[in-house]
C-alpha cells in the first residue's frame, strides 16, 4: 500500500498479476523524481516517512486545494520544537479499525502492536506505513505544505 501510484493505466485481459503490480510500481517510480528525492533529504525524511504522510495527507483533505493546509498542520505537529508529536489524524485510527484491526483481533499482542504502529494518536510521528495509494498532489503537499502557525482545529503563535 502507499505504492501504487493512481493513474489511468491500460491492461491486456490475460496480464498476469506480477505484471499489473510492476506497472504500478514502475509508474510510481518514475513519478518520484530526483527533486523530490532531494527534497526529501533537505526535510529529514525518506521515502517510507514521505509516502506514509502523503497518504494520512490525502486521506484526510477534502479537496486539493486543501492538501498543502493539512500538510502545514501535520508539519507543526511534527516539527522539533513543538511538545506534541501526535498527528492526532483520524484516519489513520479509521485505517487501523477497518483495515487491520478484524485481522489481528483475536491475538491481542498483534492488535496492540498494529494499533501502536497506525493509529497516530497513540504513535507519535507519522504510522509506520501509508494508509492509501497517494496521488502526485498529496506527496508534492507532503513535501512542500503551506508556512502557516496552524497546529489543529485552531490558529496558534506556539504551543
Known sequence: ??????DTYEFYLDMKPRSVILKFVDNFNNRITEAYYDRMQEMGMDLSETIALASVIQSEAAAQEDMYKVSSVFHNRLDPGYWFHYLQSDVTYFYYQK?????????????EKYHTSYDTYFKEGVPVGPICNPGKDAIIAALYPDDTNYYGGEKTNGF
Request: no cysteine; charged share 35%; aromatic share 16%.
Open 99 to 111: 483495515e487491520i484491526e478484524p485481522y489481528v483481533s483475536e491475538d491481542p499482542e498483534l492488535d
Open 1 to 6: 500500500e502507499g505504492y501504487l501510484f493512481p
